[in-house]
C-alpha cells in the first residue's frame, strides 16, 4: 500500500467528546467504559474534560474520573480543558498530559470559550509552562481548523498561522480539528502541508468528526500525507455542545479494521474494540452510529 506508515498512534476520545453531548453519566458507568477500553491495546485515552460543569453538565465528575485513572491499566492518560483555570484543575487531580482546545475562528471560540481566538493562543503560554512543570505534554487541538459554523470556512494561512503560534508559545503536540465534520481529503493535505511547512518537525494529529460520511476517508487521506496520530471514538459517539450540527466523531473500531487490514499496525484488538462500543451503547441508553458496530467484523475462515 503506497504512502502509508507502519503505525499509527490511535487516541480514544469516547470517554470526553463521546459523553459530552449526552445526558451525564454516572461516574461508575464512566469506570466501566474507560477499564474496557484499556483493555482494547489502544495507547492513549483522553479520560475527561476539566471544563465548565454548568456549559457541559456531562463533565462535572472530571475530579472523580482522574482519581480513577492510576487504578486503571497503564495507558496514556490525558483530559481536555479550555483554559488556564481547567488546566489547575486538571493538573491538581493529578492528569499531566493536557489537550488545550483553541478555536480558529473567532465565532466558534466566542461560543465555546467566550473570547477570541488570538486571546486563547495567547493564554497557551502560560499552560504550557504549568504543564512542562508537572512534567507533562501539552496538545493544542485547533478546532474548526477547516470550517466554522459561524464564520464559514477557516482560511489555510489562518489556521497554519494558528499552529506555528501555539509551538511558538509552547505547545508540544498540534491537533487539526474538523470539528464540524466538512473536510474533504483534498482540503485535509492541503491543510497539513500548509502547517506543516510552519511547525516543521512538531508532531500533529487529527479529529476528524463524520458528519457529512467523509470521516474515514479523511483519515485515510491523513495518513498516506504522513500523519501517524489521530483520534477516534468508541461506537462513533460524540460531537461539539457549541457546533450546531456536528455530530460523532469517527468510530474507533472503524479506524481499527480499516488501518490493519491496510497493514498499519495499531497495537488494537478489534474484537475488544467492539466489545467496548457495545458497552458505550448500553452506558448511554442508545444505539451508536457505527457500521462495524452494527455488521460485525469480517469472519475469517478456520484452518
Not at 493538573?91 to 493536557?98: F, H, I, P, Q
Not at 473500531?253 to 490493519?260: A, F, G, M, P
Request: one cysteine or more.
Amino acid at each position: 500500500m503506497i504512502g502509508f506508515p507502519q503505525a499509527v498512534s490511535l487516541r480514544e476520545v469516547g470517554p470526553r467528546d463521546g459523553l459530552q453531548i449526552e445526558a451525564p453519566v454516572p461516574t461508575a458507568r464512566k469506570a466501566e467504559l474507560l477499564r474496557a477500553l484499556a483493555a482494547t491495546g489502544l495507547p492513549r485515552i483522553e479520560a475527561t474534560a476539566f471544563v465548565s460543569p454548568t456549559a457541559v453538565p456531562s463533565m462535572a465528575d472530571a475530579a472523580d474520573v482522574a482519581a480513577l485513572l492510576g487504578e486503571l491499566p497503564d495507558v496514556a492518560w490525558s483530559a481536555l480543558v479550555a483554559g488556564p483555570g481547567g488546566a489547575s484543575r486538571a493538573l491538581a487531580a493529578g492528569v499531566r498530559d493536557l489537550e488545550y482546545v483553541v478555536s480558529v475562528a473567532d465565532g466558534h471560540s466566542l461560543a465555546n470559550a467566550r473570547r477570541t481566538s488570538q486571546d486563547a493562543l495567547t493564554a497557551t503560554a502560560g499552560i504550557a509552562e504549568r504543564v512542562h512543570d508537572a512534567g507533562g505534554v501539552l496538545e493544542v487541538v485547533l478546532a474548526v481548523a477547516w470550517d466554522c459554523p459561524f464564520d464559514g470556512p477557516t482560511p489555510v494561512a489562518r489556521a497554519a498561522a494558528a499552529a506555528a503560534t501555539a509551538v511558538s508559545l509552547g505547545a508540544d503536540v498540534i491537533c487539526l480539528g474538523d470539528t464540524i465534520g466538512t473536510a474533504s481529503p483534498a482540503r485535509v493535505v492541503a491543510l497539513l502541508d500548509a502547517v506543516w511547512a510552519e511547525v516543521g518537525d512538531v508532531p500533529v494529529g487529527c479529529h476528524f468528526h463524520d458528519t457529512r460520511g467523509m470521516g474515514i476517508a479523511n483519515s485515510l487521506a491523513a495518513v498516506q500525507a504522513g500523519v501517524t496520530m489521530l483520534d477516534a471514538s468508541v461506537g462513533g459517539l460524540g460531537g461539539c455542545p457549541f457546533a450546531p450540527g456536528a455530530s460523532g466523531n469517527i468510530a474507533t473500531e472503524e479506524l481499527v479494521y480499516l488501518l490493519e487490514d491496510a497493514g498499519v499496525a495499531t497495537g488494537v484488538r478489534l474484537d475488544a474494540v467492539l466489545d467496548a462500543a457495545r458497552l458505550a451503547a448500553d452506558v448511554v441508553g442508545h444505539d451508536l452510529p457505527s457500521g462495524l458496530l452494527r455488521a460485525g467484523g469480517r469472519s475469517r475462515p478456520s484452518g
